[in-house]
Structure formats: C-alpha cells, structure tokens
Nanobody, 116 residues
C-alpha cells in the first residue's frame, strides 16, 4: 500500500538551514507529483511546495519562495525540502502528500522547530 515516511526534522536556530526528506513506497513514484505541507500549532495545514513528476516544474507558497527548494530523486523514491533562512514562523510539522487513485495519502510528519 502507499506509504510516505518523512524524516530530517529537528531544532534549528533562526537563519539556519535544514533538509527534510520523504521516502515513498507502494506506488510508481516517478509517475506522481509530490507536495509538501505544514501545520503549525493552532493553525490549519497549509501548502508549502510542489514538484512535478520529473521535477521540471515546481511551485511554492509565497511565504517560502526564495528560501525553500523542493526536489526529488526518482531512482530512490525520495522527495526533499531544503529549507534555508529559517524563521520562527516556519515552526511546524511538515508532511509530504501524494494524490493517488482518487485520494490523498499523507505521511506521519516531521517536526521542525526554529528557535534560539
């Protein structure tokens, strides 16, 4: 079955960098666009970044544009989110998502905390 497993979260100081990863299985990874979302305490889950099947097209939320980069490795079934110039307001649980055969699948999330 479809499985998404995020990793790489942690505590980082403001201005720092972090890369989170999402390992996918149970579907033909290279045939599906992938997306990152995040959810901060007390807030709704929001879109962060998306990437097309071969990575030729990406999109970003305005709040992260210029600071975050989404990428993928279709040989390894991995999607990444490189986060630079992190701010306290980037603190959230980060989730990857795939829309597969009519429904959304989510990972369990990885916590990113930006604090001094």
């Amino acid at each position: 079955q479809v499985q998404l497993v995020e990793s790489g979260g942690g505590l980082v100081q403001p201005g720092g960098s972090l890369r989170v990863s999402c390992a996918a299985s149970g579907f033909v990874f290279s045939s599906y666009a992938m997306r990152w979302y995040r959810q901060a305490p007390g807030k709704e889950r929001e879109f962060v970044a998306g990437i097309s099947t071969v990575g030729g097209s990406t999109s970003y939320a305005d709040s992260v544009k210029g600071r975050f980069t989404i990428s993928r490795d279709n040989a390894k079934n991995l999607v990444y989110l490189q986060m630079n110039s992190l701010k306290p307001e980037d603190t959230a649980v980060y989730y990857c998502k795939v829309y597969h055969r009519g429904r959304d699948y989510w990972g369990q999330g990885t916590q990113v905390t930006v604090s001094s």
